[in-house]
Structure formats: structure tokens, C-alpha cells
């Protein structure tokens, strides 16, 4: 296991693993060139799934609505639909907001976007009311997480319009005790060109346009992304229009399972079984072999994701 450390999340990417290393009484040196031959078919079986999702989703007309507060009393407030929101109507939004900042420690970097504070803004959508959460766990939990109950707060509201961008980072746990596990970007459909999102893991990067992906969506669909906290991810500048985003954290309900009922959902999910049946049967195939830690050892298996 890995150690507990900024991010709660432990075994849902324990799968996704790919660091193999072996300890025993007469260490064998992982060089050699029959270990790695012994070695191979089990790495194989291990898949790397990228440590987030995105895509799109079409949701109720309602679920675009938000009002805001004019200036700094609880009165005059304003309401927006962003499935039809007009140019004008996003540049009187911007003028109730203030430089965002984004960081992963009490120092946090400044970038050029616009947010306003939680008591400043309400949205009509609850993830909880969606798919999205059904989604969120069934991509990126495994396990004994699958099917712990996730609890999402809402942790900012931003609009990006032209030259906008946040810089790279990643997210600081918030919240008691740190529990957050990850985040959810919700996209709504105002017209905007760049502001792509880039993920890094690893060595590796992944991006999502989320105007591309709006632009092939069902009317009054979302484009959303979600992803491990200890995962590094910018937004690039916007090039034309406004991007406008709904930032909630992701956290583990300590206390409670969800039914059975809630694991279901009709959106694809990652082939877990079929990796993890692969994996066992290579793996027993490995211990029952009399080459493979033949003075006994310990075989360990390195985590991907903090927790």
C-alpha cells in the first residue's frame, strides 16, 4: 500500500500500477535477464488508465441556470441561463468577480481568470441530481472505494474570457481532515475557442477541449472532467469567447456504502473485471513457478496516486 499522504484515495488505481520490485533473503538483481522474462507477462496485464475522465452530458435546461449578487449587499441579484447566454450578459457577469488563484500550498499563484466567492453565486445544478457522480465512480474507483459514497462540494465559479488562463498546479486538499480525493470540472455550453485543459501523470499528458466537445454534444449537454488531486493539470488561454466553469471537490463519505442501485449507471466504464481476472491467473502462474523467488522474498506492487 502507499502511503496516506495529501490525497485520500488509495487502492482505486492499484490496478494501474507499474512499479513491480522485489525483496528477499538472496535479493536477485531486476536487471537479470530471466526475472524480467519472468516478470513480463505480469506487466502486461497491468493497464494504465489515464488518471481521469471527461466527456460530455446532456442534461435538463434548468441545470444552466445561476444567479448572482450585484455588488456587495445580499440585493440586487441576477439570473443567467448559460445554455443561452448572450455576450453581453457574460460581460456583465465578469464585472462581480475578482482575480482567481489556484495553488497547491498558503502560497497561492495568481493567474488571469475571474472568480467570485460561494456566497456571491448559487447554481441551480447539483451534481448529486445527475449522472455525473454515477460517472465519477465508475471510472475512477476501484475496489474497496467502489462503492463508498462521495460527497461533492462546491468550490468555485469561474468565468475565462479571452487570454484567460490558470497556470499548472495541483489541487490542495480542503475540507476536515484532508479527505478529498479528487475534483470535477463542470463546463457549461457558452461559445468559446481554447482554454483546453492539460493533465499530466507520470511522465505522461492528456488534454480535453472542451469546446470541441461541446461543439459535438446533444443540445443543453455539459462538458465536464474529473480527476485524482495529486494530479497536475492547467487550463490554457482562451483564444475567443468565455469559458465558464463550476470547480467542485470530491470526497469520501467515511460513514457510508452506497445500494446497489446507485452502482449502476449506462455510461461505459473501465474493463476492471476482465484486467483484474487476467492479472490473477498471471499471477498464480508466477508464485506456482519454482525459478521465481526461489530462496523466498517479498513481491511488492507501487501505487500511482496518493491517499
Given at each position: ?38 516478470l513480463?507477462?505480469?506487466?502486461e ?8 475522465l471527461a ?109 484567460s ?23 457549461f455550453?457558452?461559445s ?16 480535453f ?11 443543453t ?6 480527476f485524482?488531486c ?12 468565455h ?27 473501465f ?37
Amino acid at each position: 500500500m502507499a502511503n496516506s499522504t495529501d490525497c485520500d484515495h488509495d487502492s482505486s488505481m492499484g490496478s494501474d500500477s507499474s512499479s513491480t520490485h522485489l525483496e528477499s533473503s538472496k535479493l536477485q538483481d531486476d536487471s537479470d535477464p530471466r526475472l524480467k522474462e519472468l516478470l513480463a507477462p505480469l506487466h502486461e496485464s497491468i493497464i494504465h488508465k489515464p488518471p481521469f475522465l471527461a466527456g460530455s452530458l446532456q442534461l435538463p435546461p434548468s441545470h444552466f441556470s445561476l444567479v448572482y449578487k450585484v455588488g456587495k449587499d445580499d440585493y440586487p441579484t441576477r439570473h443567467i441561463n448559460f445554455a443561452n447566454a448572450a455576450p453581453e450578459e457574460l460581460e456583465r457577469l465578469i464585472q462581480e468577480f475578482e482575480p482567481a488563484s489556484v495553488g497547491c500550498s498558503k502560497d497561492e499563484v495568481m493567474d488571469e481568470a475571474q472568480k467570485t466567492e460561494n456566497e456571491s453565486f448559487f447554481p441551480f445544478l447539483v451534481p448529486d441530481h445527475t449522472d455525473l457522480i454515477k460517472i465519477v465512480r465508475n471510472y475512477l474507483l476501484e475496489g474497496t472505494d467502489s462503492n463508498r459514497r462521495i460527497r461533492v462540494d462546491l468550490h468555485e465559479f469561474n468565468v475565462n474570457n479571452k487570454g484567460s488562463f490558470f497556470k499548472a498546479h495541483v489541487d490542495a486538499p480542503r475540507g476536515e481532515n484532508e479527505k478529498m480525493f479528487g475534483s470535477l470540472v463542470v463546463v457549461f455550453p457558452t461559445s468559446h475557442e481554447g482554454g483546453t485543459l492539460v493533465i499530466r501523470h507520470r511522465g505522461q499528458e492528456w488534454s480535453f477541449d472542451s469546446s470541441t466537445a461541446l461543439s459535438a454534444a446533444l443540445p443543453t449537454s455539459i462538458a465536464y472532467a474529473a480527476f485524482f488531486c495529486d494530479v497536475e493539470h492547467e487550463v490554457q488561454p482562451v483564444t475567443s469567447g468565455h469559458r465558464v466553469t463550476l470547480t467542485y471537490n470530491l470526497y469520501f463519505d467515511e460513514d457510508e456504502r452506497v445500494s446497489a442501485k446507485d452502482l449502476v449507471s449506462g455510461f461505459p466504464s473501465f474493463p476492471q473485471e476482465l484486467e483484474e481476472n487476467v492479472f490473477r491467473s498471471r499471477f498464480e502462474a508466477l508464485l506456482k513457478n519454482p525459478e521465481f523467488l526461489p530462496d523466498g522474498g517479498t513481491l511488492g506492487f507501487g501505487m500511482r496516486h496518493k491517499y
